[in-house]
């Protein structure tokens, strides 16, 4: 067996080590290089708007079927007017809606961009690490 069929043979017996390796490396790049990556995927998308299309309507079916809570919580929300000002800084500008439980969707609380990354940043900072 050659260097490159056993390489191959290890990929595959290892999913999850190279699966979690792409990701954080992808992560890293990404970040490192966030305007050239996403100026390649607008570029991609003008060239190849059908194969988006395609990609982007199967994505929007699997998280639908994945987060149907989020699907009718959101929905709820969108009748629902958002708040004058963010009920952590006070400020009136930029305001969004935010869910802190998806199974109670009618309580939303009113944020600015700015509170709301904050909330959104804490919670994945504690539940992924």
């Keep these: 067996m050659d260097r ?4 191959k043979k290890w990929r595959e017996e290892n999913k999850e080590k190279v699966r979690e390796y792409n990701r954080k490396h992808h992560k890293k790049h990404y970040l490192a ?10 570029e991609w998308q003008k060239h190849n708007r059908e194969k988006y299309n395609e990609t982007h309507k199967i994505l929007a079916r699997k998280y639908v079927k994945k987060y149907p809570t989020k699907i009718k919580a959101r929905a709820i929300a ?3 007017r958002v ?6 800084c006070c400020g009136t500008k930029n305001l969004e809606k935010h869910h802190p439980d998806y199974l109670k969707p009618k309580k939303i609380m009113t944020l600015c961009r700015h509170c ?11 539940n992924n690490g």
Excluded: A, P
């Design 116 to 126: 709301h990354n904050i909330i959104h940043r804490n919670y994945k900072e504690v």
């Design 4 to 7: 490159k069929e056993s390489l």
């Design 78 to 80: 969108q009748k629902i």
């Design 33 to 42: 290089n966030r305007d050239k990556v996403m100026e390649k995927n607008i």
């Design 83 to 88: 708040g004058d000002k963010c009920i952590f």
